[in-house]
């Protein structure tokens, strides 16, 4: 199947601007996604790292191969669902970057190593031995990294020697190839931890060839980190309110944003958008967990609660308040769990519709 190259040819200008109107809609900017894309993958060129986009993001076959294009080398899924998705629109190297445990996943793990490069990721000797029995069954041999808990205090074993320990299990289990270690996200200790492990790793005569780090908020300082060769990030290819708040991403590279409508003004301090949590998400943002989203047009006004379709706007700092049935823009806390809520982005380029987009993984959540 030839991946797709760019978005479909632009609606008739009346369809072109339904879309848009016809809110709540999310739109996704092309340019500043290739922005966000070229400067990820110039940071990764510079200091030899290889970068694996997570597409759990995004969700999004197009952008997968966008980012692919740009020199990434393979990408990343949080879920079997998602690299099915992906894998039928014709990636072909996916990491899964979550322990797949029990018979109904292994299974489907085997489908599709038959027809793309999968690797694994694992911190336990029950997910190795599943994943291994599946496999060999099968006359598969798929890489498994062993995931390392570097501080995160989630997935991973917890010493260096955990580590080694698994390493040397899984170099003996059939269907599995010892790859290498992975972590989540990229912290100050993860580089010593990560040493003490290939270290012992390397004692027992075992080769750790990737080391794979993560997550944007720490991207920029992964080079700090000489232990890994390869970094999966995210939410880089839209940024959200967090990484305006960690200085990630700035407002102008924001690429996903919400256009919702201005529905009631019942006083004069308060604004209510047609955007509530079923499409902004309630995820709390870095530096301020109790706003919901940056509204561009009046960043003195403050989304402070959402229900199911509703959001409350103080408009109390403004000095220009909106009127019902203005059009506003909104930044969401979170780009990942806003993008898992649509089932189609609205693609702009220069500012006009160039195209509508299934998000063909959301929801993917098996
Ligand atoms: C295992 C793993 N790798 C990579 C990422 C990407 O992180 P970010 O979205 O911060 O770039 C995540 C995000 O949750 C993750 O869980």
Redesign the pocket.
């Known amino acids: 199947m030839s991946p797709p190259q760019q978005a479909s040819p632009p609606p008739r200008s009346a369809a072109r601007d339904a879309v848009l109107r016809d809110t709540p809609v999310a739109t996704v900017d092309l340019d500043a996604v290739e922005r966000n894309v070229a400067r990820m993958q110039a940071y990764c060129d510079e200091h030899g790292l290889a970068l694996r986009p997570?597409v759990?993001?995004h969700k999004l076959p197009e952008l997968a191969h966008l980012q692919m294009r740009a020199g990434a080398v393979g990408i990343?899924c949080?879920k079997l669902g998602e690299a099915e998705v992906m894998a039928a629109a014709g990636l072909t190297d996916i990491l899964l970057?979550?322990p797949l445990v029990g018979d109904a996943k292994v299974e489907r793990l085997v489908a599709l190593a038959r027809e793309v490069t999968m690797s694994v990721v694992g911190d336990s000797e029950t997910v190795a031995r599943g994943l291994s029995a599946g496999l060999a069954r099968a006359g598969l041999e798929v890489a498994f990294l062993v995931e390392c808990d570097t501080g995160f205090g989630r997935t991973g074993v917890q010493a260096p020697g955990d580590a080694a320990d698994l390493a040397e299990l899984v170099a003996g289990l059939p269907g599995l190839r010892f790859e290498g270690l992975?972590t989540?996200?990229t912290l100050t200790a993860t580089g010593p931890w990560l040493r003490a492990a290939i270290d012992e790793i390397s004692a027992r005569g075992l080769e750790v060839r990737t080391v794979s780090g993560?997550?944007?908020?720490g991207?920029f300082s992964s080079h700090r980190a000489p232990e890994l060769t390869e970094v999966?990030?995210?939410?880089?290819v839209y940024g959200d309110r967090s990484c305006i708040a960690n200085g990630t991403v700035a407002l102008e590279d924001c690429a996903l944003r919400v256009h919702a409508t201005v529905v009631s003004r019942p006083t004069v301090g308060r604004a209510i958008l047609d955007a509530g949590s079923k499409t902004l998400s309630n995820d709390p943002a870095e530096g301020d967990p109790d706003g919901r989203g940056l509204i561009v047009e009046y960043p003195d006004a403050r989304i402070h609660a959402l229900s199911e379709e509703h959001g409350w706007v103080d408009l109390s700092a403004c000095e220009r308040r909106p009127e019902v049935g203005e059009v506003v823009t909104v930044v969401p806390n979170h780009a990942?769990g806003c993008a898992n809520l649509h089932d189609e982005v609205v693609v702009l380029r220069g500012g006009q519709v160039v195209g509508v987009w299934p998000v063909a993984a959301r929801g993917r959540i098996r």
């Open positions: 997570h759990k993001t990343t949080q970057s979550f992975m989540y996200p993560g997550g944007t908020p991207f999966r990030a995210g939410t880089y990942c």
